[in-house]
């Protein structure tokens, strides 16, 4: 399992934003590699961060080659103050299975 943490401010939105966003979104949400995901935000920091999960890497390859999301990439300074991006591999997850979450049942080895 693979996961991509996108880490971001966000400075403004358009229509050109949310078009984009919610086309990006469809693309990952219906790729077959795709697990599920998890959203966080810190108001303190004015930060954002949405966790995507990906059966393999196979996922993120075919997201980084859709054209909305290489668009949204190359204006990214329209929208965002700054972002960050974290690549990682699931090793492993553990807890007391009473949190209903993709890591819980869909891990593979």
Known sequence: M???TFIFKQKSSDIEFETLD???ENFVTSHPEYLG???WSNSEKGI???VYYFLSEKGLE???VFSDHKTAKINHTKWYESYQVVISKVIQTYGDGKLDHVTNTK???
Do not use: C, E, T
């Open 107 to 109: 891990l593979i080895s």
């Open 48 to 50: 954002m961060a949405v």
């Open 37 to 39: 995901k998890d959203q």
């Open 62 to 64: 075919d997201l980084k």
């Open 2 to 4: 693979i996961s991509a």
């Open 22 to 24: 919610a086309s990006i």
